[in-house]
Structure formats: C-alpha cells, structure tokens
C-alpha cells in the first residue's frame, strides 16, 4: 500500500466534488490509527504498517470511507469524532457535529464564571453531544453542569461523551419548555434549532444531520422563543443567558430578550458575524 498514491486519488475525486482535500488525509489517517499529521512522518508510517497482517482490508476500508465522504456524509460522523476546545467529542448518526463557532460562546461563559463565587451552576439546553457542557465542566471544574437534551437519538451520544470526558455532568432527558421545575441556576447556555423551515442547507448537512436539532420553526424563531422563556424560568435574578443563532436573528432575539432580561450584548463569532447574545436576567 502506497500512502501518496492512495492520498492523490482520493484528493482528486474529492477535489472534483467540492470537498477539501485535506479531508482524505483526515480518514486514511483514521483507518491506519493515526493523527493527520503523522501521516508526514515516514518512519512511523512504516512501521505502522509493518504491524498491519492485511494491507488490502485497510485499503478497502479507506475507499469506503471516502465513497461515503464523496456522497458528503460528514467527516466528523466517519472518524466518529468532532475536536471541541480541549475536547474530542464523539458524534455520529443522530446528533448535531459540533461548530468551531460555539467555542467563543464557552470562552465566554468560562470568564464569567471565573468571576463568580464556587460552584457555579450551569444548565445546557439543547446539549446535543454535550460538547458545550464537557467543555465548561472540564475547563471550570468547581461548575455543576446540567445537560437537557430531548431527542433520544442524540442522548446515546450525550450520555457516551459523558461517561468517557467527565461523569459529574447531570444528563436529563425532557423538553426545554418545561424541565427541571423549580430548579434555579446562576448560567443558561442554549444552542436552540434556529434555521427558518424554508431555508436551504449545504448537502453535508441537510442530508445528515438532524433535522430536529437545526430548524427553528417557519421563521426560524419559533424554538428559539421556547428556549429564551425557559432560561428565564431557570435563572437566578441577575443569572446570565448565552444563545446562538443566525446572523439575521439579532433584533429579533433582543426583542424577545427584553421582556425578561436586561444587558443585552451582541457577539460575533470567528469570522466577524453576529452569531450569539448574551443577556442578564432581571
């Protein structure tokens, strides 16, 4: 098996669909058990596959992959695996790939609890692969961090990533709009679906990921609006909201905010859009 050659045919059939070609390099990696990057290392590529007794098997899993990736299957729900922060989150089938674009929203929530007395509580709505949660209880450990996620396919990923990054998250299965009654928290992160039903999406995600975790209602506002009601039902006076949504969204989030919260701030995430707000609770 000749990594080049595998590697320039699978970028050229990846380039002529669109796809980056780096992505090759991300599953021959995967396949042969290794990082991206070791595959420029030409002395532990071969002793790698020196201790390989079927050379064809691993080829044949390679052009698998990469048939399933040429269909635009996520290459996150290929490896199995989505880096986060610190993190490596587990994913596949059923649950949204975590977004490099949520991890401003965690840096942000960090140094606010950095600024609080211990312990902080934090609940997660809409948690997904807990990807969020996992990184604010792993990166401020005194936090207690609750995880709420309803669909049931993604609690399988919720409830795996826990059990591997860090157990002392609370998972709980149940709708935003009325779980954890009578329950008070000093910070709500929220990731609610917030794309109009209309809209339309790239092929890696329209034909993959869950429908239920990316589309807000008809003007994409619906859920988003379910979501806000049940972080002020939760928080503390003076508690802080954290929520994602489109770069359209703005007003139309501080709107709803304001019935609730005050200090409200718009954020922008790593390309300069205005991709989250926060807002503090009366």
């Known amino acids: 098996m000749e990594i ?13 669909s669109g796809i980056s070609e780096v992505d090759a390099e991300h599953l021959l990696a995967h396949v042969l058990g290794l990082s991206r990057m070791d595959l420029h290392n030409s002395v532990l590529i071969e002793s790698t596959l020196a201790t390989i007794s079927d050379l064809d098997v691993i080829e044949e899993q390679f052009f698998t992959l990469l048939d399933r990736r040429l269909n635009h299957e996520p290459l996150q729900y290929l490896t199995g695996v989505a880096p986060f922060r610190y993190l490596e989150i587990e994913v596949g ?27 902080v509580s934090v609940i997660d709505l809409g948690a997904g692969s807990g990807a969020l ?11 207690r961090v609750i995880a709420v996620e309803k669909s049931p396919e993604a609690l399988v990923w919720l ?3 826990v059990s591997v990054i860090a157990e002392n998250v609370r998972v709980v299965e149940g ?33 993959f990921e869950p429908h239920i975790a990316l589309f807000g209602g008809p003007t994409g506002m619906e859920l ?29 989030i501080a709107g709803e905010l304001a019935v609730d919260f005050e200090d409200i701030a718009l954020h922008d995430d790593l390309v300069g859009r205005p991709r989250w707000t926060s807002a503090v609770r009366r």
Do not use: M, W
């Open 4 to 16: 080049k050659s595998l590697l320039r045919v699978a970028k050229a059939q990846l380039a002529e």
């Open 93 to 119: 089938s059923g649950v949204l790939v975590p977004r490099p674009e949520s991890e401003l929203l965690v840096e942000a929530v960090l140094q606010h609890i950095a600024n609080l007395p211990a312990p």
């Open 133 to 143: 949660s996992l990184a604010i209880a792993t990166e401020a450990p005194s936090s």
């Open 159 to 161: 409830k795996k990533n």
């Open 175 to 207: 709708d935003v709009a009325d779980v954890l009654p009578g329950v008070k928290c000093d910070v709500v992160i929220a990731n609610p679906p917030y794309i109009p039903d209309s809209q339309t999406l790239p092929r890696d995600v329209a034909g």
């Open 224 to 252: 988003p609006r379910i979501f806000i009601q049940a972080a002020a039902r939760l928080l503390k006076p003076a508690g802080v909201l954290v929520i994602e949504h489109t770069e359209e969204q703005a007003i139309a």
